[in-house]
């Protein structure tokens, strides 16, 4: 190697070493103040009580108060935009939902922001589970069944969900493609009247949160046929899963933190590892699992990498069965 080869790849080293220290030096000094987590939904509802549950030893992983903010409005979107439009310094970072990268650009017309070069992922915080439900009148006992009966009587079943593009109308369009049936969707304002025709027979199906309909399952009030996740759900074993029956069946509601596209690596990496510390805390994993919701944690690149995959799955549903919200 002769000396100019030698004296630049000196400088080289040098200006490498000098760009990352800042970096390193701004991270190790984060956070001097408290986080915002934006959480784009009402106070109460599940994504709300996850992002407080996961607050307290996440800030205790930091060193530093986690404030949860709640900014509510058009599916999630209208809080997304407010985290894709913050300064990229770590301070104000995003509750993510399906709704906000995976399915609200192919829902809707436009978005206030650009889910895939505005935001960046950081992490992974837990994976929720549907559950497919009958009515008790419904003469179907397992997944089988219920597509044999489905096929015996075309277009005669509706499947209820709480509004166009949730996760639950999703789930049933899946469900609906994959077992090459014809059955009809049934909008609801949210679950919960979603859930009150369920009960009376008015709607005989539905794929829907887990915890919520856990209680009716275990007082009979319902049929579960099938968990919506890849495989059995901890909390109730004894529900076999979709996917046993209708092979690669996956539609669950997966929740992951997000924060504006330049926050610095360093700092992405120091919020990644402490909310991996965070989601192995006892308790915090003792309260999610009790509800049906499996704690996480990943690492930035496979957080992004099973964004985009989605995406692609349902933007594919999508388009296929026409949905759109107007």
């Known amino acids: 190697?002769?000396?100019?080869?030698?004296?630049?790849?000196?400088?080289?080293?040098?200006?490498?070493?000098?760009?990352?220290?800042?970096?390193?030096?701004?991270?190790?000094?984060?956070?001097?103040?408290?986080?915002?987590?934006?959480?784009?939904?009402?106070?109460?509802?599940?994504?709300?009580?996850?992002?407080?549950?996961?607050?307290?030893?996440?800030?205790?992983?930091?060193?530093?108060?986690?404030?949860?903010?709640?900014k509510p409005g058009a599916g999630g979107t209208l809080g997304a935009s407010y985290v894709a439009?913050?300064?990229?310094?770590?301070?104000?970072?995003?509750?993510?939902?399906?709704?906000?990268?995976?399915?609200?650009p192919y829902l809707l017309k436009q978005l206030p922001y650009r889910p895939f070069d505005d935001l960046v992922s950081i992490g992974k915080?837990?994976?929720?589970a549907n559950v497919l439900v009958v009515s008790k009148n419904l003469p179907v006992h397992d997944v089988q069944?219920?597509?044999?009966?489905?096929?015996?009587?075309?277009?005669?079943?509706?499947?209820?969900?709480s509004g166009i593009g949730s996760s639950s109308h999703l789930a049933g369009e899946l469900f609906k493609k994959e077992a090459g049936i014809d059955i009809f969707h049934v909008p609801y304002r949210g679950t919960g009247p979603a859930r009150t025709d369920v009960l009376s027979g008015q709607v005989p199906m539905t794929i829907d949160t887990?915890?919520?309909?856990?209680?009716?399952?275990?007082?009979?009030?319902?049929?579960?046929?099938?968990?919506?996740t890849s495989t059995r759900n901890p909390t109730?074993?004894?529900?076999?899963?979709?996917?046993?029956?209708?092979?690669?069946?996956?539609?669950?509601?997966?929740?992951?933190?997000?924060?504006?596209?330049?926050?610095?690596?360093?700092?992405?990496?120091?919020?990644?590892?402490?909310?991996?510390?965070a989601l192995q805390d006892p308790k915090l994993r003792a309260s999610l699992i009790a509800v049906g919701t499996t704690p996480q944690g990943s690492t930035p690149e496979q957080m992004d990498a099973l964004v985009r995959s989605e995406s692609r799955k349902w933007k594919t549903l999508i388009e296929s069965a026409h949905i759109k919200i107007e």
């Open 1 to 70: 190697m002769n000396d100019n080869v030698r004296v630049t790849l000196t400088l080289w080293l040098m200006l490498a070493v000098f760009t990352a220290m800042p970096q390193a030096q701004a991270a190790d000094a984060f956070p001097q103040r408290p986080i915002h987590l934006i959480v784009p939904f009402a106070p109460g509802g599940g994504a709300d009580n996850n992002a407080r549950q996961i607050a307290e030893p996440w800030s205790k992983a930091l060193g530093q108060t986690i404030v949860i903010e709640n």
């Open 125 to 128: 915080v837990t994976e929720g």
């Open 210 to 228: 887990l915890s919520v309909y856990l209680p009716d399952i275990r007082a009979g009030a319902v049929r579960a046929l099938g968990v919506s």
């Open 85 to 104: 439009h913050a300064a990229a310094d770590g301070y104000t970072l995003l509750y993510t939902t399906p709704g906000q990268q995976m399915t609200a």
């Open 236 to 277: 109730a074993p004894d529900i076999a899963a979709i996917a046993e029956t209708l092979q690669g069946f996956e539609a669950y509601p997966v929740n992951y933190i997000t924060a504006p596209v330049r926050t610095p690596e360093a700092i992405i990496r120091k919020l990644n590892a402490t909310l991996n510390q």
């Open 145 to 161: 069944t219920l597509i044999d009966y489905a096929r015996a009587h075309p277009g005669k079943l509706g499947f209820a969900s």
